[in-house]
């Protein structure tokens, strides 16, 4: 018997090749009917003797796609004879675009395809790949809509359009060297570089040493040979500052050891920069003098296309943007700011919408949310309100919540420069468009000052809604999870509920009842910020004693700025307090000589990281306290230990510093961990979650992990967000929303 109904389909249903998928289905069950783009949704009108069948098809959906619900419903509705795609119309914003994914195999070989009509075509993407939030203007999801817009289709690809047994039948980014976007090299200048193949001719000058500035999915990347790596950071002024690369498939195994899952990470559709170990911790230096490296395998038709004709097996590449600033992505721009960094520009006229930085991703855990993961969404009822969370202020971006789902714009930055702010306000602005959101609840940091919590403020006194102030540390734990739990956040720094600089904290409870139960033990920060960028200070606001006075002393601190750093610590003069795990960190890589002055984000800690591994440890005694009903672990016993075992040592023994260092982060972990394990013991907790970048540091985490799982405790940490920063602005949402509802 025949059935008639209408279908609605919603969640990542657009810019997934859904309707092609429905045509397909319908053809091979005999279904009359159309389909077609409502909003963010999909409609469905189907009459046929295989109705269930091909709703049980249409629920599965296409491989890229995202179903929250399918909702059938009588329909009166006439059905022609045949089925139909429809002209999308106007409806309900339920659902989302899906991130851009890395081009296909199929689309690949298309483009080395000797006489196919997209060989050596730059832009090649079909219905299963290609950019897609990067070019997006508005819902619903048609190429009228997008940055392609500009690109009518030749009759070829209008055929291929039009054809259900394509594989571009629908695909709103087909194009071809005929109609599609055209790519160009030029020098710094601007001069047009004559040739018959830009693309060939980058990779000569790329070959030949010179710095390439390339317009790629998201935005600009500057790129070069690993021999030229040295000149890029000169011109950057980021001498120490590990690059990414791009590495030719075939090379990767042999400048780095890969686990199973870090292929499979770096070979998904996301293709993010995956830091790996080198299998020669010395090698590459000049890319990365850590002992690891941040990979990734070309992910567009230009890459592979690049790649074909590099001679070198890997390039430098590295997001073309001031640290902490956005990335650039507009063409004028990039001549304007990138000409006295980059020799040549390669460029493409398909205008970059959303931008999008590379995402990178550490032992399975999440560093930068952005390209191809971005925007994310996650299903989590958090109430009926709409909530938007502005995020902290470095490596901030934001988060909306709406309808049972909590959608992450990608990376945003360093909120702390107007360019950056209004990046925020652009990914807002943008995020709050495709989603239909109309917010009544703002989350921000309690941090005061921070441009981020002004935003919120302004947003919420335009609208009169109401503001929720979240601390940050809080809503690290909230981003992990919303059981009952002892929550661990370990990072730099977060303004505390005291207004001091926080940054161990242990807390007790469930979301939003978080109590600050324990944290490290507040030291002096001399001179503020200026702790930061110099650890050594740090290192003696933690041990103000004069064995650290006479190492500094035969380091070539003169005898008068001794005197000046004493005396601030002494009477608390620009001398902030802080539990910082960072700081107390950077303060051990500072003792054992290994970092002096901080150039980029976590250097001193990630250089400790470095310089420990293969180390040996020793368990040190910890020494626990109470101050105020919290219980504290004392960082100035441990670094009392490190000093000890320094002056015990021969001179220059690099092993000797390699065993500290190891020792050191094992015994902060443990401290950590135990401070944990009594708060749980005192609470009667099982699980303990951990958030905080700090957590990105391997030995550090497993440390954690292992000792908490001896205790018979259970760790939860989330993969989903970054552990860093990037989940703030997702645990704001997610507070606040427990908070309200
Ligand atoms: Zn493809
Ligand atoms: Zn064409």
């Not at 209408?6 to 091979?28: D, E, L, M, N, S």
């Not at 048609?142 to 629908?170: I, K, N, W």
């Not at 105020?628 to 015990?648: D, F, K, V, Y």
């Not at 957590?695 to 860093?724: F, M, Q």
Request: hydrophobic share 40%; aromatic share 6%.
């Amino acid at each position: 018997m025949q059935k008639t109904g209408k279908i609605t389909v919603r969640g990542i249903v657009q810019g997934v090749g859904f309707r092609p998928f429905v045509y397909a289905q319908a053809c091979a069950l005999g279904m009359a009917g159309t389909v077609k783009n409502l909003g963010s949704e999909v409609e469905i009108f189907a009459r046929g003797e295989q109705f269930e069948t091909f709703l049980a098809a249409v629920s599965r959906g296409s491989p890229l796609s995202r179903i929250d619900s399918v909702e059938v419903t009588t329909s009166l509705q006439e059905i022609p004879e045949g089925f139909f795609i429809l002209p999308s119309g106007t409806g309900s914003l339920t659902g989302m675009i899906p991130p851009d994914v890395a081009i296909c195999g199929e689309c690949i070989t298309d483009i080395f395809n000797k006489g196919g009509r997209y060989e050596n075509y730059w832009a090649t993407s079909c219905v299963n790949c290609g950019p897609r939030y990067s070019i997006i203007h508005e819902i619903p999801y048609d190429r009228e809509r997008t940055s392609m817009a500009e690109f009518p289709l030749c009759p070829v690809c209008e055929q291929e359009y039009g054809d259900p047994g394509c594989r571009r039948h629908h695909a709103q980014t087909i194009a071809c060297s005929t109609c599609g976007p055209d790519i160009g090299l030029s020098d710094s200048l601007g001069n047009k570089v004559e040739g018959l193949d830009p693309i060939k001719e980058a990779a000569e000058l790329l070959d030949a040493g010179r710095i390439l500035a390339m317009r790629g999915v998201g935005g600009f990347h500057l790129a070069c040979i690993e021999e030229s790596a040295d000149e890029l950071k000169r011109r950057l002024g980021r001498i120490e500052q590990p690059f990414a690369i791009m590495v030719r498939p075939d090379y990767i195994d042999r400048l780095a050891t890969i686990s199973r899952q870090e292929r499979v990470n770096l070979e998904s559709q996301i293709h993010p920069i995956v830091v790996v170990k080198k299998r020669d911790p010395t090698a590459h230096a000049a890319i990365s003098n850590l002992h690891t490296i941040g990979c990734m395998l070309p992910y567009s038709g230009l890459h592979h296309l690049l790649f074909s004709h590099l001679k070198h097996p890997l390039l430098v590449m590295t997001s073309a943007n001031m640290p902490g600033y956005p990335m650039i992505t507009d063409i004028d721009q990039a001549m304007a700011k990138l000409n006295r960094d980059a020799d040549f520009f390669l460029t493409h006229n398909r205008i970059i919408v959303n931008r999008c930085d590379d995402s990178v991703i550490r032992d399975g855990y999440i560093i930068r949310l952005s390209r191809g993961i971005a925007p994310k969404r996650t299903a989590i009822d958090l109430g009926k309100h709409c909530i938007l969370g502005v995020g902290p202020e470095l490596n901030a971006n934001a988060t909306i919540y709406k309808n049972g789902f909590a959608i992450t714009s990608p990376h945003v930055g360093n909120v702390r420069n107007p360019a950056t702010l209004e990046y925020l306000q652009e990914t807002v602005r943008n995020l709050q468009r495709l989603l239909g959101a109309k917010f009544d609840v703002i989350a921000h940091d309690l941090h005061p000052q921070f441009l981020s919590t002004r935003f919120a403020r302004e947003i919420a006194s335009d609208h009169g809604l109401e503001l929720v102030p979240v601390q940050h540390h809080r809503a690290h734990i909230a981003a992990t999870t919303t059981e009952p739990c002892i929550g661990i956040a370990i990072d730099g720094v977060g303004y505390g509920d005291d207004g001091a600089v926080w940054g161990c904290e242990i807390f007790s409870g469930q979301v939003p009842d978080l109590k600050r139960v324990a944290h490290l033990e507040p030291v002096a920060m001399p001179g503020g910020d200026l702790a930061t960028r110099f650890p050594e200070r740090m290192l003696y606001g933690i041990l103000p004693d004069n064995t650290i006075l006479s190492l500094l002393g035969a380091r070539g601190w003169s005898d008068v700025e001794l005197g000046v750093l004493q005396k601030q610590v002494m009477r608390g003069f620009n001398v902030m307090s802080t539990t910082s795990t960072g700081r107390v960190l950077d303060a051990a890589a500072a003792l054992l000589g290994i970092c002096r002055e901080r150039t980029y984000d976590g250097e001193p800690a990630m250089k400790l990281e470095s310089a420990a591994v293969g180390g040996h440890t020793e368990p040190w005694d910890l020494l626990f306290t109470t101050l105020n009903g919290c219980e504290i672990l004392s960082s100035r016993s441990l670094m009392q230990t490190a000093c000890a075992r320094m002056r015990a040592a021969p001179e220059e023994d690099m092993r000797v510093i390699r065993d500290i260092a190891a020792s050191f982060q094992y015994n902060l972990a443990r401290g950590i961990a135990h401070l944990a394990m009594h708060a749980a013991d005192r609470e009667g907790m099982k699980t303990i979650a951990l958030s905080g970048g700090v957590a990105y540091n391997h030995a550090i985490r497993e440390t954690i992990r292992k000792e908490i799982s001896v205790h018979s405790c259970e760790c939860v940490i989330n993969a989903d967000y970054p552990l860093g920063d990037g989940c703030v602005s997702f645990g704001q949402c997610v507070y606040a929303g427990k908070l309200r509802r």
